[in-house]
């Protein structure tokens, strides 16, 4: 069997014994006669904002995280602007820092226990995925009135993607994404709410857009998170949609998140940044940015 809800997991977890991270082996033979060379850059197609990868870039972040930022975590996690999470993810995700290693680091200082929680997200989602490994194709919670109608409409995915929907906070997000190969996890949730809840997309295609583009994208937290949003996975709550405003309105108060990636909008204030259609028609004609898809 599998833990289906994260909150039993997460007990275990936490009570579970940890074994020491494996030390570090005293040589590494390799072959002889091949060069290594630099870890290849050239390339980061139009994501031009992506981080250095590789080991040492991974634990030089992990440290000045843990002596850093750590301490502020709970309270700021949830604060796009701030941009104040570890941004570990795709370290995470390609080994080149340890979980284990780095929750043992984490859980007895300030801000541990919170961090220890995401990073146990991340486990249970695997759990998941080996229990039902077609998490990336299949609703893991089928509905019981049979297949879901998921709303075809091809303009409507296009303009989520380019982050031309018109809904200031989605927008960001989405261009956060292209420019990064990364997204704030609480814009990964608006985008994917609106995508699958506001629009009625199914959430495959959302998960492949993503997979598509995230430095960190993994199948088992890419579409156990997608399907926990659209209601089709672990989430207690399967009914339960995010409304981007509301959103906007509490984690972005001030617009900074908008006005960094959405440049068409830097000259408003909140809350008409986030509510572009609100203005006069003259104004909103000049800033070349779309009436909303959905408001
Ligand atoms: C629709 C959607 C898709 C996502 N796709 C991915 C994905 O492909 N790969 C991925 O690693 N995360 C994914 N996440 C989870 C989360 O958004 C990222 O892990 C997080 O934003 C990475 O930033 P960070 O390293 O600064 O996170 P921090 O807040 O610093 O968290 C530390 C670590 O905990 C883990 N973690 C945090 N939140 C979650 C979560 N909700 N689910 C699983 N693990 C979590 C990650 O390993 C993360 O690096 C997705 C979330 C959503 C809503």
Redesign the pocket.
């Known amino acids: 069997g599998h833990y289906r809800i994260f909150t039993p997991y997460w007990r275990t977890w936490r009570t579970a014994a940890w074994r020491q991270p494996c030390r570090a082996p005293e040589t590494v033979s390799v072959p002889a006669g091949i060069e290594p060379g630099d870890l290849p850059f050239p390339d980061r197609g139009s994501s031009a904002g992506l981080l250095p990868g590789g080991e040492r870039a991974g634990r030089d972040r992990a440290t000045a ?1 843990l002596d850093g930022p750590l301490k502020a ?1 709970g309270d700021e ?1 949830d604060l796009l602007a701030s941009d104040e ?6 370290y ?2 390609f080994g080149c820092v340890s ?1 284990l290693a780095l929750a043992q680091a984490a859980l007895s200082r300030p801000g541990g226990e919170e ?1 220890c929680r ?2 146990a ?2 486990d ?2 695997h759990q998941v995925t080996a229990a039902f490994p077609d998490i990336g194709t299949e609703d893991y919670r089928p509905s019981p009135h049979g297949p879901r109608n998921w709303a075809e409409d091809p303009d409507a995915l296009d303009a989520w993607r380019a982050g031309r929907t018109g809904i200031p906070v989605v927008d960001a997000g989405m261009r956060q994404l292209t420019a990064e190969g ?4 609480r814009a ?2 608006i ?2 709410s609106f995508l699958t809840r506001t629009l009625g997309i199914d959430w495959r295609h ?2 492949r857009h ?2 598509e583009l ?1 430095a ?3 199948v088992a ?2 579409a ?3 399907q ?2 659209a209601g089709t996975g672990n989430n207690p709550r399967p009914g339960r949609m995010l409304n981007p405003l509301r959103q906007a309105a509490r984690f972005d108060h001030d617009g900074d998140y908008v006005r960094r990636y959405v440049p068409e909008l830097a000259s408003l204030a909140a809350p008409y940044i986030h509510t572009p259609w609100k203005l006069p028609t003259a104004h909103r004609k000049q800033l070349n940015y779309p009436d909303p898809l959905s408001a």
Request: one cysteine or more.
């Open positions: 995280w975590y996690r999470t570890s941004r570990l993810s795709a995470l995700r979980p961090f995401q990073l997200w991340c249970f989602f990364f997204m704030h996890n990964r949730m985008t994917a959302g998960y993503f997979r995230l960190d994208g993994d937290c890419n156990g998170n997608w926990w949003v």
